[in-house]
């Protein structure tokens, strides 16, 4: 039976992995002690990228080595083949490589007939790595049994023809895997071109010919008074609402900037505090969090990704929770990220607006403004300028870092006039837009490389990869001279006891 094709290629054939190795062995099924230096004993996580990485492995004392090494007898051009756990991923053994063993979730297979790289490419291939699942056994964690292991037909080529398609693989992954590095670097490009387009927008470069063709735009600083006037009259109507007599009572001016060391604002713009744009400034919800569907969905520190809020992954407070609807959240409030690693604390993003009530966690502050684009304080926070400001300001603590709510509405921001405000959002949300549009590109890209080396795999086992050479020896007569060569190697045991009687003796 074969099930990688309905016919194999013109002077191919067909054998088991068994009649294919001459040793075909798994690791340690007890590993020894643990050492503190002497030999790797390496496992499955240490086969990855088609390579042996040696990496998170453990020592085992000489002696331990040489028992197990005894059995495996690892040696250069050996395929390992994972067979625990994370099934299928394969390398193969380099010439220049200290000596190591392994334990059982690695299966050592010694090439006859089929050249190492052959091998590994064909253990790579979809149909193999879909039978290696097949034959995976196991509830907790699943694995191949060296018997079944044997039994995995494979294809086999005539071995000019191995060679060829050998060389063939490794150019296109070649070409493949730069294609993968290139795009990989795309990411990292792509957060540059985002701290970039926000610096810019925050030094008053985006807008520079927008300002030129609107000189007559309400300066900010004429914002910033009418704001101030607003917060004063709507403390003046909470106090008389219950009764008081604001000349009685003392107003607290909100935080001031700091003007010390402050860089020179484009013309119409001028320097605010958080505090004095925020009508609210509050800590989410400590309450423990549940994944019922039925609920409130709460937003965590997760959910804050790339300037943006992502609407998955999320969790639930029953409707009748105490602290609503106090904590349900409005379209325009920002939610900034307290309490995180220190690379992450302060990420920033604004809460578009949901179908439904959407409230938010204790890691996270949400700050609502007036008079100011709540897009505006969010972009600056997630810009060069706003990251310096988080690491001047973040306190270390065991495991995590924070900046807590007081720190937030004494930072200082530039506010632009409100007109320019606008068109900063729009620039800037087209950039970012095409910034998306390119990474999801990317990654669908990436798939798709994916899928390229699948197909080529595919390809070069159904004998499409490369030219045929009928003057090729057939793999068929390849096999025949190793399957007598391992019949003669089996030597006969002598028959103890009296000698056969002739046969005629027998009869009679």
């Not at 709460?298 to 790339?306: A, C, E, F, K, T």
């Not at 390119?438 to 669908?444: A, F, L, S």
Request: hydrophobic share 40%; net charge neutral; proline share 7%.
């Amino acid at each position: 039976m074969t099930d990688l094709a309905t016919k194999l290629p013109t002077g191919w054939a067909e054998a088991s992995l068994g009649e294919l190795t001459t040793k075909l062995v798994d690791g340690s099924h007890n590993p020894p002690k643990e050492a503190d230096f002497g030999f790797p004993m390496l496992s499955a996580r240490n086969i990855d990228e088609g390579q042996i990485q040696f990496t998170k492995y453990r020592f085992i004392s000489e002696q331990s080595f040489k028992v197990e090494h005894a059995r495996t007898q690892v040696s250069p051009g050996d395929v390992l083949l994972t067979i625990v756990g994370t099934i299928g991923r394969t390398a193969i053994v380099p010439h220049s490589i200290q000596p190591f063993t392994l334990q059982r979730s690695v299966a050592v297979l010694a090439p006859q007939g089929v050249i190492p790289e052959f091998l590994k490419f064909q253990l790579d291939s979809p149909i193999i790595q879909t039978q290696l699942e097949a034959e995976a056994k196991g509830t907790a964690q699943k694995g191949i049994y060296l018997k079944a292991l044997a039994g995995i037909k494979l294809r086999v080529a005539p071995l000019n023809e191995q060679r060829h398609i050998v060389t063939k693989i490794t150019e296109l992954t070649a070409r493949s895997h730069r294609a993968r590095e290139a795009l990989d670097a795309i990411p990292a490009l792509l957060d540059r071109f985002r701290q970039s387009v926000l610096a810019a927008a925050f030094r008053g470069d985006l807008t520079a010919e927008w300002r030129a063709k609107n000189p007559d735009v309400e300066p900010a600083s004429v914002l910033l008074d009418r704001i101030r006037q607003e917060r004063y009259r709507k403390w003046e109507k909470n106090l008389r609402t219950k009764g008081k007599d604001p000349s009685r009572a003392k107003y607290e001016d909100p935080l001031a900037p700091e003007s010390d060391g402050l860089p020179s604002l484009p013309e119409g713009w001028c320097w605010a505090t958080v505090d004095e744009l925020a009508v609210l400034t509050q800590y989410g919800s400590s309450a423990k969090t549940y994944e019922d569907p039925s609920g409130i969905p709460v937003l965590r520190m997760g959910n804050i990704v790339d300037g943006t809020l992502l609407m998955e992954g999320l969790k639930y407070l029953p409707a009748d929770h105490d602290e609503f609807p106090e904590l349900f959240l409005e379209a325009g409030d920002i939610l900034f990220n307290r309490t995180n690693s220190p690379e992450l604390v302060g990420k920033t993003a604004v809460f578009e607006g949901a179908d439904g009530p959407v409230s938010f966690a204790s890691y996270l502050i949400r700050v609502r403004v007036r008079g100011c684009l709540p897009q505006i304080v969010s972009m600056y926070i997630n810009s060069p300028f706003g990251r310096a400001w988080v690491g001047e300001n973040i306190n270390q603590q065991v495991g995590q870092a924070n900046i807590n709510g007081s720190k937030l509405r004494a930072l200082t921001i530039p506010v632009p006039p409100l007109e320019e405000q606008r068109h900063i959002v729009a620039v800037v949300e087209r950039a970012l837009m095409s910034r998306g549009q390119v990474r999801e590109t990317v990654g669908i890209t990436l798939d798709g490389l994916e899928t390229l080396t699948q197909s080529i795999l595919a390809k070069a086992f159904r004998g499409e990869l490369v030219p045929q050479d009928p003057n090729d020896e057939p793999a068929s007569a390849l096999l025949d001279r190793i399957r007598g060569e391992r019949a003669e190697a089996v030597v006969p045991k002598a028959r103890r006891g009296r000698k056969p009687r002739e046969l005629t003796e027998a009869r009679g």
